[in-house]
C-alpha cells in the first residue's frame, strides 16, 4: 500500500510536442505484462542523463555514455523491465549494443541514437530476441499521450505507476513538463534501481542540459533512500524536444532559467517522492531535515545515517517513539567532533531532545501521536553553523522483507 | 532461534583467580530479571577498554573513559540492562558517577575505581535508586564461579547467554581466559550495544594492555555486524588479574605474548560471532571475505557493504541465490577505480561470477544448494593486490522487524 499515492489519470498528463512513447508485451521475464517501452523524439531534441555511481554499473549505462559521446542527436529511448543486464560482462554489453541497432534499423535511425535502459534481475543474460520481437508492437503504439503507459511499462516491484505534469511561463510562452518514474527498493541517493525520464517542449541550449539535469538528480531522486542499496542501473535523462518556440534557455540562472528549473524541479521531486511512497513495504512517508550543520555535507551525513537506520525504520513502522535511535544514528553518522550537548531533536511541533537529553516538557504521548500519523518530519538542529540538508525515506516493515525475500520466486 | 549456538555450560566456564562476580534482579525496567551484573577483581588487576565511536556516546561510557584516566587501579565493573544511560545529558552524567559511588562506598573503594556499563533503552532517566537497592544482593551473590550467571545477567533482547573459555601456556605456567558478551542489535563494527568482559588471570604488564584489547576488538568484534547500527554503549573490557604466576607478558610480539594473545583472541571471536549467531532474527550465519585487494580499508569497505546489504541479507534469509545483488553492492562499495572485468564471486565452492560476469558454468542449483545451508562463506577476489578482510554477518528476517517493531512493548 503506497503512502498517500494516488494512481496518476492519463487525461491529466500533459502530451510533450515531439516526443511520441509506445509500449508493448515482450515476454522478457513474464508474459502478458508491458515490459518493453520506446520514447521516440523528433530531431533536433536536447537529452542529457545522469547515471548511477555504482563502479558495477549495467551494460546499457555504459552503453548510454559511448552513445552520449558520439557525434549526432539522440532520437530514442529503449526501456525493457525484467532484466536488468548487470553483471553480465562483455556479452552484456554485446546485447545491450545489439537492441540499439535493431531499433535503429526499423527506425532508420543510427544505433548511436539510441539509449538503452534496463532494470530487473541482476547477471541473468538480456533475452535481445523477445525485445526484437517486440519492437514492431512498441512502435506501432507510438503516440503523444502515451504517458501512463509509459509509468505503467517500466514498473518492476512498484505497486503504482508514476507520472507528473507540470506548466510554466518560460519567455513568454507556456511550456509543459510531464515525467515518469519507476523504482521501489535498491533506493539511495546517487540514485537506485530508479529510472526516470523528464521531458519539456521548451526549447533549452544543450550547452545547459547537463548541469540542469544534474541539478534535478540532486534535488530529487539523490535525495531519497528506501533500503540504502545504490542500484546498478540507476538512470535519469532529461529531455528538452525543442518545440515550444520560446527563445533557447542558455543561462540557468536567467528569469526563464529559473522558471522552466522550478517547473522540472517539482516534477523531478514528485517523482522521486513518488519512489519513497510506494518503497517496497513502506507504510509511513518521512522527512529528515537536518539544519544547523557547518556543510551541507555533514547535514547530509547525519540525515543519511537516520534514513538508513533499520533500527529508526522499523521503530517508525511501529509507530513507537523509540527516539534515542535517531540520536544514536547522530551520533554514529561520522561527524568526528559533534558535541552532543548541541543537539536538538523535533518530531514534527514535538520538541523531543534539547542539549543532547530528553527535553524536559517531552511527554510519550506527543511522541506517539506524531509516530501514528503517516507522514512525519524529523529534525535535528545540530548548532554547528547554519547549513543544512533534507532526504526522504518510508520506514521499514515485515512486507519489506517478504518482497525482497520472494521477488525472484 | 539463533544459528548452531548451543548455551554454555557453567561447568566449562573457567573461574579466572581474583575475580569475582554477583548478579541480581534489581528491576530495573521490568521485575523479576537478572538485570545487575557486578565484577570484582583483587587489588593489583591491570584493566583496559575500548568503547563506542558513536559521538552521541552514553553517559557510562564517558564516566568509564574518567575513571580510565583516573590514578588507581580499577576495582569493579557494574553493569546494568534495562536502560542505557544514552541520550540523558548531563543529568545522565550525574546518575552514572552516583552509581559508581555508591558501590564505592559499600566496597570500600574509590567511587573512580567503578566503572559502569549500562544497556538497553536509549534517552531514559536511569533509575538509580533501582540500583542502588539492588547492589547488597549482587555482592552477597560474589563467586568466583558465577561466569554463566554474568552471561544471564547482560543479557537483552539475546535469546542464549555467551560465554567462552580457553586456556594457554604462558611462561611455562597455565593461564585460563572465560569472557562473557551480550548484543543482539544494534551491531556493527566499532562496535554495538555490544558489551563484552573478557578476563584473564595471567600476569600482563600494565604498558601493552589497551594495544593488546584493541587488537582484540579489531579481530572480532570489530568485524560483526547485524543491522549497521553502531551503538550508544559498546564497550570491551579486557581484565588481566596477574594471579597465574607467569613472568609479566610486556611484549605482545613475544612467545609469550602471541600464546596470550591467541587465547585471548579465540574467546573474543567466539563471542562476536555469538552476537551474530544470536543476531535478531538471525536464521543463517554469513561470513564475508574479501581478497585481492589494493589495501586492508578496500577489502573492508567491500564486505561491509555486502554484509550490510538489505538485499543481499534478505536474499540470504530467502536462500534465494539472486548473487547480482552481492555484486551490486561491490559496485558501490565505495572504491572509485574498481573495474567490473577484474571481479571473481564465490559462494562457498560454487565460482559464481568470473570477470565480472556470471560464470560459464555457474548452475542456478549449485548457487541454491549452499544458500540453503545455515553456514554460508561469500568470497570475493578484488584482483588489485594481496590484502584481504574477513567480516561475519547474518540475514535479514520477519524477525528483526518484529523484533525491533516490539521491542519496548
Not at 79 to 107: I, K, M, Y
Not at 114 to 133: C, N
Request: proline share 4%; hydrophobic share 45%; with cysteine.
Amino acid at each position: 500500500m503506497p503512502v498517500n499515492l494516488p494512481s496518476p489519470i492519463a487525461a491529466e498528463l500533459l502530451p510533450i510536442k515531439g516526443l511520441r512513447i509506445g509500449v508493448a508485451e515482450a515476454g522478457i521475464r513474464k508474459a502478458n505484462r508491458k515490459d518493453l517501452t520506446l520514447f521516440l523524439m523528433d530531431p533536433d531534441a536536447s537529452v542529457a542523463a545522469v547515471f548511477t555511481k555504482n563502479r558495477f554499473c549495467a551494460a546499457p549505462i555504459l552503453v548510454c555514455r559511448e552513445h552520449l559521446g558520439a557525434p549526432g542527436s539522440v532520437r530514442a529511448l529503449l526501456v525493457n523491465t525484467g532484466n536488468a543486464n548487470a553483471g553480465t560482462g562483455a556479452d552484456g554489453l554485446q546485447r545491450a549494443r545489439r537492441t540499439c541497432e535493431s531499433l535503429g534499423l526499423l527506425l532508420g535511425v543510427p544505433g548511436q541514437a539510441v539509449l538503452p535502459f534496463s532494470t530487473g534481475v541482476i547477471m541473468e543474460p538480456l533475452p535481445v530476441e523477445r525485445i526484437e520481437a517486440g519492437l514492431p508492437a512498441a512502435i506501432a503504439d507510438l503516440r503523444a499521450d502515451n504517458w501512463l503507459r509509459a509509468a505503467q511499462g517500466i514498473m518492476t516491484t512498484d505497486t503504482v505507476p508514476k507520472a507528473f505534469s507540470a506548466q510554466a511561463q518560460v519567455g513568454g510562452k507556456t511550456v509543459r513538463v510531464t515525467g515518469v518514474s519507476k523504482g521501489a527498493g535498491m533506493i539511495r541517493p546517487n540514485m537506485a534501481t530508479m529510472l526516470g525520464f523528464i521531458a519539456t517542449d521548451a526549447c533549452v541550449d544543450q550547452s545547459v542540459m547537463q548541469q540542469l539535469c544534474r541539478d534535478l538528480a540532486d534535488g530529487s531522486f539523490n535525495r531519497v533512500t528506501v533500503d540504502g542499496d545504490t542500484s546498478t542501473n540507476d538512470s535519469l535523462v532529461l529531455v528538452a524536444t525543442n518545440r515550444a518556440g520560446n527563445k533557447p534557455v542558455a543561462n540557468l540562472d536567467s528569469a526563464d532559467g529559473q522558471a522552466l528549473r522550478l517547473a522540472l524541479q517539482g516534477v523531478a521531486r514528485r517523482l522521486a517522492h513518488a519512489i519513497v511512497r510506494d518503497g517496497e513495504g513502506a507504510t509511513k512517508f518521512i522527512t529528515v531535515t537536518v539544519e544547523g550543520g557547518a556543510t551541507q555535507q555533514e547535514c547530509l551525513l547525519v540525515a543519511s545515517a537516520i534514513a538508513h537506520s533499520p533500527l529508526v525504520k522499523t521503530a517508525f513502522f511501529a509507530s513507537d517513539p523509540n527516539l534515542g535511535r535517531i540520536l544514536a544514528a547522530v551520533g554514529y553518522a561520522g561527524i568526528g567532533d559533534l558535541e552532543q550537548g548541541g543537539i536538538e531533536l523535533f518530531l514534527d511541533d514535538v520538541h523531543v531532545a534539547t542539549r543532547g537529553g530528553r527535553h524536559p516538557a517531552y511527554q510519550e504521548a506527543d511522541g506517539q501521536r506524531v509516530m501514528r500519523q503517516s507522514e512525519i518530519t524529523v529534525r535535528v538542529q545540530l548548532g554547528r553553523g547554519t547549513a543544512s540538508e533534507t532526504l526522504w525515506t518510508c520506514d521499514l516493515s515485515h512486507d519489506y522483507v517478504s518482497i525482497n525475500a520472494d521477488y525472484r520466486s
